[in-house]
């Protein structure tokens, strides 16, 4: 059942408590910030509303009539419930605040969000973060049910119902094993062998999958091959690589120490850009605010940065 009308008006009902506890309707409108001509009219219009007399007016001042006193005891409970329903709120809001859930692909939680929490537990140390990861489609699901607060994807598009921002600029690498003839091609490889090649890849529904699949087709019209192996794991994949299984595709976030030290090569691709934005996603219909407005300020301030 819907409130009725006479009686939704609460900023009203304690006004007129607060006439009632200060003896003038001058001394209440102080109290509540506003002219004395608005909460003179606000408690005549309540008195249209519920038809009965609430004041009686005196140049001395103004105080309840009878019909007021009994009104404004019954209003005492009203004011007295949507007080606590404010502070219950306000204290779910700050438990909420407290905690903060993120959901990332596989590239960017593994070395860009560490850096973005050591900086948000800086500043926000009472805090807890829970961090889940999976692949773009998992994260942009996740955001999008509610089930993380933001989350941060690498693929190239970005759902419905989510709003982005970049937080990073990254470039896949075609890496092969030191034994594998591709790592003599110093020269490079054109998108055709790559497309015909099967690679050692991620699963369906991962970003760097998608955004490999896109430019090949922008740039080629060539189709992947099917993979030779499917994993979902980053390290699964540059150990399935190093020991001979075929090439991969990666971010080059992820093979920076196994470049340096010899036991992978990358290799150069002829004319394919490769280069792709990280991107934080958050519901269209929800804004950032708290600790995941500050947790997105620093990630879009960070870049890629170690």
Same mark, same amino acid.
């Given at each position: 059942m ?10 009203a009902f ?7 506890r ?8 102080r109290?509540h910030?506003?002219?004395? /001509?608005a ?7 309540? +008195?249209? !509303?519920l %038809?009965v007399?609430l004041l009686?007016r ?7 009539? +009878? ?5 404004a005891? $019954?209003a005492?409970?009203?004011i007295? =419930? ?8 306000t204290?779910?809001?700050k438990?909420? +605040? ?5 959901a ?5 939680? +593994?070395?860009?969000? /560490?850096h973005w929490?050591?900086?948000?537990h800086?500043?926000?140390? @009472?805090?807890s *973060?829970a961090?889940t990861?999976g ?5 942009a699901?996740? *955001?999008?049910?509610?089930t993380?607060?933001?989350g941060?994807?690498e693929?190239?598009? &970005?759902?419905?119902? !989510?709003?982005?921002r ?8 075609v890496?092969?094993s030191?034994?594998?003839? $591709? =790592?003599?091609?110093?020269s490079?490889?054109?998108?055709e062998?790559l497309a ?7 699963e369906h529904?991962?970003g760097?999958?998608?955004y490999?699949?896109r ?7 060539s189709?992947l ?11 699964a994949?540059k150990?399935?690589?190093?020991e001979?299984v075929g ?7 992820? *093979?920076t120490?196994?470049?340096?030290? %010899?036991r992978?090569v ?5 004319? !394919?850009d490769?280069?792709? &934005? ?5 519901? @269209?219909a929800?804004?950032?605010? %708290?600790a995941? @407005?500050?947790?997105?300020s620093?990630?879009t ?6």
């Amino acid at each position: 059942m819907p409130m009725p009308s006479r009686v939704s008006d609460l900023a009203a009902f304690d006004l007129l408590l607060s006439v009632a506890r200060l003896g003038s309707v001058g001394a209440a409108a102080r109290a509540h910030d506003v002219s004395q /001509p608005a909460a003179s009219s606000r408690i005549s219009t309540l +008195e249209q !509303l519920l %038809g009965v007399p609430l004041l009686e007016r005196s140049p001395r001042g103004s105080r309840l009539t +009878e019909e007021g006193a009994l009104v404004a005891d $019954w209003a005492r409970t009203a004011i007295d =419930a949507a007080i606590a329903l404010d502070a219950g709120i306000t204290s779910l809001r700050k438990t909420l +605040e407290s905690r903060l859930s993120v959901a990332a692909s596989l590239t960017v939680a +593994e070395y860009l969000v /560490p850096h973005w929490l050591a900086a948000f537990h800086a500043s926000a140390a @009472k805090t807890s *973060v829970a961090l889940t990861t999976g692949n773009s489609d998992d994260v942009a699901a996740a *955001v999008l049910a509610g089930t993380a607060d933001l989350g941060f994807i690498e693929g190239p598009d &970005v759902p419905d119902g !989510l709003r982005s921002r970049t937080v990073a600029r990254d470039t896949l690498t075609v890496i092969v094993s030191p034994g594998h003839p $591709w =790592a003599r091609r110093r020269s490079g490889i054109t998108t055709e062998e790559l497309a015909a090649a099967p690679l050692v890849s991620r699963e369906h529904g991962s970003g760097t999958r998608r955004y490999l699949e896109r430019a090949l087709r922008r740039t080629t019209d060539s189709v992947l091959a099917a993979p030779i192996l499917e994993l979902s794991s980053t390290t699964a994949i540059k150990s399935a690589v190093a020991e001979g299984v075929g090439p991969a595709v990666l971010s080059s976030l992820a *093979v920076t120490g196994e470049l340096a030290d %010899g036991r992978l090569v990358s290799v150069p691709v002829l004319g !394919l850009d490769l280069t792709r &934005v990280l991107r934080l996603v958050f519901p @269209k219909a929800r804004p950032l605010t %708290g600790a995941a @407005k500050e947790l997105a300020s620093i990630a879009t301030r960070g870049g890629t940065r170690p």
